[in-house]
């Protein structure tokens, strides 16, 4: 069997559904289970309507329920014609009555927990599985809805829930085998999963390649395919730089790293799962199927190029944390670090000296309040506008002199930190995030110009 997932664009309207229904006939035989996201925004829009709902404002939430509410309703009666619709509209409607319920209730309280968050938020994957699982159905490709809250079984740490492989692979066996078993295509919706006690769950933003990779892990896939709209995992974002191109085949750890530094092509944590079962993960485009794609491999062949991809993560602030001198004792790090943990903030990047701590982090509401309980240990400065540019390829292990070169290239650009070495594979620093077009464009010119035919398209 294999699983193919499609991210928001690619079940965005009916003309993407109807690409999904195509690409999910011609890969029948392969026995696929399909793993869909919520249409695109969708997520972003209940999100949305939660926070109004917190705030007491019902109106505002109530309202863009029914902008949602009427864009499934299109979007299905376009796929399913008059007869077929009338029936599924019902169903539909139940779904949309429970949502503005569930709002009332929030606004009513006005109060929004985690908890409730996820309850709204399942609403977007939960009904783009419907219909695509009825699109599939009405054009003749046999398949069946399952409740991804029967499979994924999760911790109870909401809006990031951590799977519980055990007891999810023995759910996915009994749940979707049967359906393979007698050709039937299991269709689920990503993102989402329940509690053992069946409470929903979700497992972070861009979490349906993550939920891909465990349904594939835990039923031994033949391959994992992420379906999204562009070409493949590119040199760098097509968005940003139209000239990149398209990597044909990169290391599970390569494209850990760059997710990781922001190519949100593919979710992180989405190789892990399948790099400790060797699966291998193609990255491959709705809109162009023909297109072979990029292969996600645990080890990549050889490369003459000394980078795989540049990738960019902006809305970055540094803070800077100052000891005076003397107070430098043992046990600082661990004081900041701590700091971050109690405000639930991660970090991406760290540099050091003996009295000061410079550290990233993304753009958020909490920095304020972090910053001032870490003024009871130090001085500190916090500079938002920043970005990490992250060049990552397993070259830089071997190759010596690639720093130089790299910097080189940028020497009129004011970089804020460096770091290199944690993983080998990555080359980071940290710029002014107006700074970003010009260096993407120059470093991707320098290192990007001549290709590897082997491993480049
Ligand atoms: P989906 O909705 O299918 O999950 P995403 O929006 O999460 O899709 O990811 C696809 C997007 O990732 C592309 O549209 C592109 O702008 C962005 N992206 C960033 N870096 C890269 C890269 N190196 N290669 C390809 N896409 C990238
Ligand atoms: N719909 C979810 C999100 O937008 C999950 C996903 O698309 O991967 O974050
Ligand atoms: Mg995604």
Not at 258 to 277: D, N, S
Request: aromatic letters at 6%; charged letters at 25%.
């Amino acid at each position: 069997m294999i699983v193919m997932k499609f991210g928001g664009t690619s079940v965005g309207d009916t003309a993407a559904i109807l690409r999904l229904v195509d690409i999910v006939k011609q890969r029948q035989p392969e026995k696929p289970v399909v793993v869909v996201s919520a249409m695109s925004k969708a997520t972003d829009q209940l999100l949305a309507m939660a926070k109004a709902a917190g705030e007491g404002d019902r109106k505002t939430a109530l309202k863009l329920s029914r902008t949602l509410r009427e864009r499934h309703y299109n979007t299905a009666g376009e796929l399913l014609g008059t007869a077929l619709f009338t029936q599924f509209h019902g169903d539909l409607g139940i779904d949309f009555e429970a949502l503005d319920e569930l709002l009332r209730g929030i606004a009513a309280v006005g109060e929004l927990t985690p908890r409730t968050t996820d309850h709204v938020a399942a609403y977007g994957e939960m009904l783009s599985s419907k219909i695509v699982t009825a699109a599939l159905s009405a054009h003749g490709v046999p398949s069946t809805l399952v409740d991804s809250r029967d499979c994924i079984v999760t911790d109870s740490a909401h809006m990031r829930a951590a799977p519980l492989f055990t007891e999810t692979n023995e759910r996915l066996t009994k749940n979707l085998q049967p359906l393979l078993d007698k050709s039937s295509v299991p269709v689920m919706g990503g993102f989402i999963g329940a509690t053992k006690t069946g409470v929903t769950t979700t497992i972070g933003r861009g979490g349906s390649d993550y939920s891909a990779a465990i349904v594939g892990a835990g039923l031994n896939a033949e391959r994992i395919e992420i379906w999204t709209d562009v070409d493949g995992m590119m040199t760098t974002d097509p968005n940003l730089i139209p000239e990149a191109r398209r990597i044909k085949v990169i290391s599970f750890d390569e494209a850990a790293e760059l997710a990781y530094f922001g190519a949100k092509v593919l979710h992180p944590a989405t190789v892990l799962p399948a790099i400790q079962k060797n699966i291998p993960v193609y990255v491959l485009n709705s809109r162009n199927a023909a297109c072979e794609g990029t292969r996600i491999a645990a080890r990549a062949p050889h490369c003459k190029n000394f980078f795989k991809a540049i990738a960019v993560k902006k809305r970055i602030t540094i803070v800077d944390v100052a000891a005076p001198r003397m107070l430098l004792a043992h046990g600082f790090l661990r004081a900041i670090f701590e700091a971050f943990d109690r405000h639930q903030v991660p970090v991406d990047v760290v540099s050091t000296s003996e009295v000061s701590v410079s550290l990233t982090v993304d753009s958020n509401e909490a920095i304020p309040a972090l910053a001032a309980d870490l003024a009871k240990l130090a001085d500190v400065k916090y500079e938002g506008r920043k970005a990490i540019v992250c060049l990552v390829g397993e070259n830089l292990r071997e190759t010596p002199g690639i720093a130089a070169r790299v910097f080189g290239e940028l020497s009129d650009v004011k970089i804020r930190m460096i770091s290199q070495g944690a993983s080998e594979i990555n080359l980071t620093f940290v710029i002014e995030e107006d700074a970003v077009p010009g260096v993407v464009q120059r470093l991707h010119k320098a290192f990007f110009s001549e290709l590897d035919s082997a491993v480049f398209a």
